[in-house]
């Protein structure tokens, strides 16, 4: 089925341990998005690529880093994982082109259930 | 800035109403959203708006937006255990892409 597939599900690191979680899309979408969710707050942005070759910072960026490998691939770094990174990560993407399509949101990810100790 | 706001929480028998409710801060929001997140899962698009619209009906689905008080709805009619779920309001930002600020969601429980 088309859609965002985010490995791995699931995750348990170390303080001081890196890891990437990876992210691919099928679906020829230009944008896509890297969300942590936390209880009681909702989803927050990390970062997000608006296109191929282009990355930004979201809402909580530090402690990441991205990499928009291609047009299907966007991949989240946590270089020195710690305990507040404690978290669920949702991959979402979307058209990109907010002319066109916009009414469809955002797909997202199963998500990645990663605890820090 | 841009926020939206919800109830944590909401409680209903099976078979009643449910009304989850959102506000925003964004009046230059073009569409809103509403995503369903199912547990262990991730979020999936339930419904939407154009910001000119008044109301959106869906089967079960009703989705009111006061634009003046920039307030949004979802009524789900006849709500059944298996719409239990978080539910989660967004609004398109400002800004050239395609960027959604979402709501901390609204966990709904039924229970019969």
């Known amino acids: 089925n088309a859609g965002v597939t985010q490995t791995p599900k699931f995750q348990v690191l170390k303080t001081g341990q890196s890891m990437t979680l990876q992210c691919a899309q099928d679906m020829n979408h230009n944008s896509m998005y890297w969300y942590r969710q936390d209880p009681g707050m909702g989803l927050r942005l990390i970062y997000y690529s608006a296109s191929e070759g282009t990355t930004d910072k979201g809402e909580v960026p530090n402690g990441y880093n991205v990499s928009r490998l291609n047009k299907r691939e966007f991949s989240l770094r946590l270089e020195s994982a710690a305990p507040s990174q404690t978290s669920v990560y949702f991959c979402?993407?979307?058209?990109?082109?907010?002319?066109?399509?916009?009414?469809?949101?955002?797909?997202f990810g199963s998500g990645t259930r990663l605890t820090v100790v | 800035g841009e926020d939206v706001e919800q109830s944590l929480f909401l409680s209903v028998r099976e078979g009643d109403s449910s009304v989850i409710n959102c506000t925003y801060t964004?009046?230059?929001?073009?569409?809103l959203y509403w995503y369903k997140q199912e547990p262990g899962a991730g979020l999936q698009l339930l419904t939407y708006i154009f910001s000119n619209m008044d109301m959106k009906q869906d089967q079960r689905l009703t989705v009111l937006l006061n634009k003046k008080d920039k307030h949004l709805s979802l009524r789900i009619a006849d709500t059944q255990t298996g719409d239990s779920a978080i539910y989660f309001c967004?609004?398109?930002?400002?800004?050239?892409?395609?960027?959604?600020?979402f709501g901390a969601g609204t966990r709904l429980a039924v229970h019969p």
């Open positions: 967004a609004e398109k930002g400002t800004g050239g892409y395609n960027k959604l600020i």
């Open positions: 964004d009046s230059s929001s073009t569409y």
């Open positions: 979402a993407s979307s058209e990109g082109d907010w002319l066109v399509r916009e009414s469809y949101g955002y797909t």
